[in-house]
Structure formats: structure tokens, C-alpha cells
């Protein structure tokens, strides 16, 4: 009774009719006597991800568990997670090590879980045909703090005389922090003369536009407009490979494919809608995540990942 | 001999100023057609890529990750309740602070001060009070990414517009009326509350819908305060989670799929037409209340 009297009022407030009232179709009851709500933040990598899984948990639960999945960068959500304003922390790269010490001193204390795996694409426009494969040498000559390439024959003498343009992720990102890490071999360590976006939808449009252009960001995105884009094969010492769901998963695609993870606060997994869903997460993940783009861990790796999430929830974590 | 010579520069300057008039109505044309044409021109695209998404399911679908099946109800309620709060907060207060500011404030360097303020916070980016707001509501008050947190973040961001614009309606009142007023023996309560206010409203009306106006565009504070999120819920309560129509527009863009950006397109239109009605009852109001008394 309450709730509708306050949908009226918004309504009335709001000086306007349009799409008050409404059949409020979500039905009570559904499986289990569920409720509550979930709130996640992190990794727009990671984000479609967690939205499947929640959209699919809504579905089952009838909609009496509320989820609310936020993008944030997978800095960002941690900064959330580590003040206890949220459950689960999306992200693309580890929790490091003061990001951990912050979540203690607020007394969250938390669970790393694998949900799947991703490659970094280095993309070029289709007009671009004379790079066939680049080698991680030449990826931190471009990218490395103070580069002085400007031009494609700065990577390699017989590439053509023209301007490179520079895509990439912005710093709160956790493509940004893992492909700095894998190429720079130090975090953060990115010249920063280019285009950058945490939306790696600007960039892909940034690349499509420009002919003279080189940019990486998430495997995801580079399938979704393989019209429009050209993946550089890698050379990371064994030969030019590239990225592929099967390349990615088996990590021959190296070392631009990463690990995918969800941190899930330790206390929250006391609640049993959150566990439940954690647990729906873990069960769904080989199906979701290749449909969002991504490549699943192996039967053993979701294993494992359950077995982590069975022992935080029964407090028999191993020693710190 | 001279006559002739004056009537010929006579004729000749008419005949410049004659011009001088053509070109600068034929200026202020192109400048208000400059407006107008980008207006048509964004809607007719909008209108191309969203019209086919437009349809009843989309109204009352919650979002969704396959692009048929998402919908726009969280954001729309998300819209409305959250307006209707910010209505509630900044009307009142705006009114009020216009009132005290133009009728009973004395003139001196203090409200100077005051009245400097509120016109530098007119113009300070809404970026900023999305970080104040997530210090101040979301942090400090525990609001959380609620409703309420947003509609109040929202209401310090078109507060000094309000306030402004109903200062000037009551500016605008004669100054004739009031001292009618007094000279009749009424309070300075009963003159601004009988006599200056009634006449004001339909000013202080637009201006307020106007400044609502752009609360119900704004993003970035919002997507400051987090309410960049997949919400698949419509809000029960005032301390509920929530998104609006442009985050959940700016939401649908990021994605790689071109099916998403035609939703996205289709969100613009339903907002466009929150604005209209918006704009529609703004009119109604200010017809309402300025029949001659």
C-alpha cells in the first residue's frame, strides 16, 4: 500500500503523467523465498558479464533480489568496494596489494574469484595493409613513457612514412593497467600523448575513422566490429599469433590475454541471496561469458573458483 | 545649387540605411534559423535511427543485455521520481530564498555577497556537484546511490537558477503595487503574499520548469554520484537505487552493438517528449495564471 501511495506521489511531483502507473508486472514469489539486494561495481570489462549473470538471477528469482551492476573502472570500483558500498568489485587485473590493505582497514575483507578470460586486441584500420604482425618490442616502443614514434617507419624502417594515431583506455581502466604491465613491465608506466577512453566504443570508432591508426583495447570489442577493424597478430617470442577465442583461452595469444575476476566481499557471502547468486554466477559463467565476448575458464577452473568461494562462506579460509 | 546636393545625400544615405536594415534582419534570421536547423536536423536523425525501436514493450521493459527485449521503464520512473523530488526540494526553497533576496533583504555588502554568490553558482560546471554531492549525500549523509541523494544533488545544481529567474519576475512587478499596497495599511507579508507573488508566479513558473528542464537532461553529476548502473528495477521508495533517461541513453551508446545505439536513439525521443511535456505544462501554467485580474 505504502509503495504505491509513493509511486503517486512521484508521480504527482514529477508534474507529469506519462508512464505512471503501469502494470507493475514482477510477480511475488518466484523460486525460493529470496530477497535483498546485490550491488556490484568495477570493470567496465567485466560489466556485461555481471549484467547476464543478473539479468539471468532476476529472471529465476522473479525479481525479488535486486541487482544493480555499476561501471566504474576496475580502479574505481575498488575504491567503492574497499568503503563497503558494494558487494562485488568487477575487474581485469588483480586487486593489488594497498587496494587489499584499504578494504581491511574498512574491515572488507576480500574474495578473489576467476569467472573467465580475455585478450587485448591491437587493432589497425582495414585501409592498413602493410602491418601483418607486431612484436611486444615494437608495442613498448610506441606505447613506452616518452616514445618518440610518431610515425609507422619510427616501429619499422619499411613501414610507410606517415603519422601513427594513438588509441587506447584511459588510465582507470584495467586494460590500461594490465597492458602497461605486460608491455611497460611497470603499471601505469603509458606515454600519454593519445586518444584515450574508459568507452571502448570511441575507440573502436577512433580506429574505423582513422586509416593511420593503432589502438587495443578488449578482444570483446574488436569481435563486435571485425567489419571495421584489423587485429595485429602478436609476436611475443614464439612466432606471430592472433587473438582468437581459442588462441586466448589456451594463452598461446601472449601475453595480451588476462584473467577475469569478480572480488566478493567476504561478510556479504553470509547473506543467502548474495551467496546464491555468487553461486548462480559460477554456474552460468561457462554459458555467459562466451555469449558477452570473452572465453570461459576450463570445468577445473570453475572448480576451483567454487571451491574458494565455498571456503570463505564457511569461514575456512586459509591461514593469512 | 546646395539643395539638390543635400536631398541627393539624403536619398543616398537612406538607401544604405535601407540595406543596412535588410542585412541585419536578413543576420538575425540565419542566426535564429542556425538554432533551429540543428534542432530539426538532430531530431530527424534521431527520429530515423530510434522511431522503429519506439514501441509499447519498450516503454515497460526493463533493461537487457539482448537488445529486443530491453526497455526503458527503470530509466523513465527512475526520470520522473527523481524530478519529482528535486521539485519538491527547489521550488519551495528557490522561491524563498528569491523572495527574502528582493523583498525583505537589506541592501548592504552582505547580500552583495550573497546575491554574487548564487550567480557564480549558476555558473559552476555540474560536474562539480556531482562530486559534492557524492562527498556530501552519498558519503557523509549515507544516502547511498539513492533517489533521494540524486534529486538533492539535482536541486543544488538549478537552485541559483531558479533563485535568478524568480528574482527577476519579482523585480519585474511594479513597484506601484507594493506601495499600494502599503499605503493600505498591509504587512510587508500580506503585500508579497497577496499582491507581489500572485502577479511574479508565471515567471517564477517558467523559470523554475526551465531549470527542471535541465535536470531531467543532466548526466554527469548523476553518473558522479554512480548512478551509471544497470538498474532493472523501477524505484519503491525514495532511498532506492536508480537511473535516469540520459544515463541510461549514455549506457546504451557505450555498447558495441549497433542494435543498442537505435535504442539508444529511441530513449531520445522518450526524453525529448518528457522535455515537451515539461515545456507543454509550462505553458498551460503561465496561460493559467496571467489572465488579467
Given at each position: 500500500m505504502k509503495r504505491y501511495l509513493m509511486t503517486g506521489l512521484g508521480c504527482l511531483a514529477g508534474l507529469s503523467l506519462a508512464g505512471c502507473g503501469g502494470g507493475d508486472g514482477a510477480g511475488e514469489g518466484g523460486a525460493g523465498a529470496l530477497s535483498g539486494s546485490i550491488s556490484a561495481d568495477g570493470s567496465s570489462t567485466v560489466f556485461p558479464v555481471t549484467e547476464a549473470v543478473a539479468e539471468e538471477f532476476m529472471a529465476e528469482t522473479g525479481g525479488d533480489v535486486r541487482v544493480t551492476v555499476a561501471m566504474s573502472g576496475t580502479g574505481g570500483g575498488f575504491k567503492r568496494f574497499c568503503q563497503g558500498e558494494t558487494d562485488i568489485s568487477n575487474a581485469s587485473r588483480p586487486i593489488k596489494q594497498e587496494e587489499v590493505a584499504q578494504c581491511r582497514q574498512a574491515g572488507v575483507e576480500p574474495i578473489e574469484v576467476s569467472v573467465g578470460v580475455d585478450g587485448q586486441a591491437i587493432v589497425v584500420n582495414p585501409a592498413n595493409t602493410f602491418a601483418q604482425c607486431i612484436t611486444v618490442a615494437e608495442l613498448k616502443k610506441i606505447w613506452?613513457?616518452?616514445?618518440?614514434?610518431?610515425?609507422?617507419s619510427d616501429v619499422r624502417p619499411d613501414w610507410p612514412n606517415q603519422p601513427i594515431k594513438l588509441y587506447g583506455p584511459g588510465t582507470n581502466s584495467g586494460t590500461f593497467d594490465y597492458f602497461t604491465a605486460t608491455v611497460m613491465g611497470e603499471e601505469d608506466a603509458s606515454r600519454s600523448d593519445y586518444t584515450a577512453s574508459e568507452d571502448d566504443n570511441v575507440l573502436v570508432q577512433g580506429v574505423a575513422g582513422d586509416p593511420n591508426s593503432l589502438g587495443y583495447f578488449g578482444y570483446a570489442y574488436f569481435a563486435q566490429n571485425k567489419d571495421k577493424l584489423r587485429a595485429l597478430p602478436v609476436d611475443g617470442g614464439k612466432g606471430c599469433i592472433a587473438p582468437s577465442p581459442q588462441t586466448i583461452e589456451n594463452a598461446t595469444y601472449a601475453p595480451l590475454s588476462h584473467p577475469l575476476f569478480i572480488y566478493v566481499k567476504k561478510s556479504s557471502l553470509q547473506r543467502p541471496e548474495f551467496r546464491r547468486f555468487v553461486e548462480f554466477y559460477l554456474e552460468s559463467a561457462p554459458e555467459l561469458v562466451p555469449e558477452v565476448g570473452y572465453v570461459p575458464l576450463s570445468a577445473q577452473g570453475y572448480q576451483a573458483s567454487r571451491e574458494t568461494l565455498a571456503q570463505a562462506a564457511n569461514g575456512t579460509s586459509p591461514a593469512p | 545649387m546646395s539643395q539638390p546636393a543635400t536631398v541627393d545625400a539624403f536619398a543616398r544615405r537612406r538607401k544604405t540605411r535601407a540595406r543596412v536594415a535588410s542585412v541585419s534582419s536578413a543576420l538575425f534570421f540565419a542566426a535564429a534559423a542556425v538554432g533551429i536547423i540543428a534542432l530539426v536536423i538532430l531530431l530527424v536523425d534521431v527520429t530515423r535511427d530510434g522511431a522503429g525501436s519506439l514501441s509499447w514493450d519498450f516503454l515497460t521493459s526493463f533493461p537487457s543485455r539482448f537488445a529486443a527485449r530491453a526497455g526503458i521503464k527503470a530509466a523513465l520512473l527512475g526520470s520522473l521520481w527523481v524530478l519529482g523530488f528535486t521539485t519538491l526540494f527547489s521550488f519551495p526553497l528557490g522561491v524563498a530564498t528569491a523572495i527574502w533576496l528582493e523583498?525583505?533583504?537589506?541592501?548592504n555588502a552582505w547580500t552583495q555577497f550573497v546575491q554574487m554568490n548564487i550567480a557564480n553558482l549558476a555558473a559552476v560546471p555540474s560536474i562539480v556537484y556531482g562530486i559534492l554531492g557524492l562527498a556530501v549525500f552519498v558519503r557523509a549523509l549515507a544516502l547511498e546511490r539513492s533517489v533521494l541523494a540524486g534529486a538533492l544533488t539535482l536541486t543544488l545544481l538549478i537552485l541559483p537558477v531558479i533563485i535568478i529567474s524568480a528574482q527577476e519576475a519579482i523585480r519585474a512587478v511594479p513597484n506601484s503595487i507594493r506601495l499600494g499596497a502599503y499605503a493600505l495599511g498591509a504587512t510587508r507579508w500580506q503585500t508579497v503574499q497577496r499582491q507581489v507573488f500572485p502577479v511574479a508566479l508565471p515567471g517564477v513558473l517558467t523559470g523554475t520548469i526551465l531549470a527542471l528542464s535541465r535536470a531531467i537532461g543532466e548526466t554527469a553529476p548523476l553518473i558522479m554520484i554512480g548512478a551509471l548502473a544497470y538498474v532493472p528495477f523501477a524505484p519503491d521508495g525514495p532511498l532506492d537505487e536508480f537511473t535516469v533517461l540520459p544515463i541510461q541513453i549514455f549506457g546504451w551508446i557505450s555498447r558495441p552493438q549497433v542494435e543498442f545505439h537505435r535504442l539508444a536513439a529511441a530513449g531520445i525521443l522518450v526524453l525529448v517528449v518528457v522535455l515537451m511535456a515539461f515545456n507543454l505544462v509550462a505553458v498551460l501554467l503561465r496561460n493559467r495564471y496571467t489572465t488579467p485580474r
Open positions: 613506452e613513457p616518452g616514445s618518440t614514434v610518431q610515425r609507422w | 523583498e525583505y533583504a537589506p541592501r
